[in-house]
């Protein structure tokens, strides 16, 4: 089984600031870790993922995170915020089970930036 | 990748009626995935279904309110049954392509 906590509910940062959007996962088997962003009332955009090989990975819009095993971490940082950026972001894993992969989502966070 | 459309993407329903969501994907998957999304919350995976076999239900949810069919290989139903206000979420369809979950657009549903 697996499970994913982001730790804030609600991140405000100034724009030209750091974004830093925490998650933090449990599996018992190696796991794909995901970001997802979601505008208002908007789909779900995939950010970026990291299924195996480099622990940085990159994505869109200028956002990366990076997978660390041994503090079981997946967190999300962008240089530098734009109002643009302003959405709902999720965290999720996903790993295999009994009957196959299974996706779970953190309860997200909401990023306001501020002018 | 993955195309997924949902019909319908909105409705307004009454309660103690049903309502049936269908789910086209454009790739034959072998798993699809429902999951809800309640308003203010994250998305809560509702059943996984396999082609040919009975869906697997998260804790919580449960086939008689929450029957799915899953006919093919690209195709899902999910119907909301006897439905309270409580009910009243975004429904989305989801499948796995290699390692990436794809989702679609939902279904807003609203029960008054």
């Known amino acids: 089984a697996q499970s994913v906590t982001q730790l804030g509910s609600h991140v405000s940062v100034s724009e030209g600031a750091l974004v830093l959007l925490r998650c933090n996962y449990s599996?018992?088997?190696?796991?794909?870790l995901f970001w997802y962003v979601q505008y208002p009332n908007q789909g779900l955009q995939l950010l970026l993922k990291?299924?195996?090989?480099?622990?940085l990975v990159k994505g869109i819009n200028g956002f990366e995170a990076e997978f660390k095993k041994s503090e079981t971490s997946f967190h999300l940082t962008k240089p530098s915020a734009h109002m643009s950026d302003a959405a709902e972001y999720f965290c999720?894993?996903?790993?295999?089970?009994?009957?196959?992969?299974?996706?779970?989502f953190g309860a997200g966070t909401r990023l306001f930036v501020k002018a | 990748s993955a195309v997924i459309s949902q019909k319908p993407s909105r409705d307004i329903c009454q309660r103690g009626t049903s309502l049936t969501i269908q789910c086209q994907v454009d790739?034959?998957?072998?798993?699809m995935f429902w999951y809800r999304q309640q308003p203010g919350q994250s998305l809560t995976l509702i059943a996984t279904?396999?082609?040919?076999?009975?869906?697997?239900?998260e804790s919580g949810f449960v086939i008689d309110k929450f029957p799915i069919s899953r006919p093919n290989l690209t195709f899902s139903t999910l119907t909301v049954s006897n439905m309270s206000p409580e009910d009243s979420s975004i429904y989305l369809c989801?499948?796995?392509?290699?390692?990436?979950?794809?989702f679609g657009p939902g279904t807003r549903l609203t029960v008054l």
């Open positions: 989801s499948v796995r392509v290699n390692g990436e979950q794809f």
């Open positions: 599996s018992s088997v190696p796991p794909y």
């Open positions: 990291y299924t195996t090989g480099a622990t």
């Open positions: 999720a894993v996903s790993a295999r089970n009994t009957g196959g992969f299974k996706t779970i």
């Open positions: 790739s034959q998957v072998t798993m």
């Open positions: 279904a396999n082609q040919g076999s009975e869906a697997t239900y």
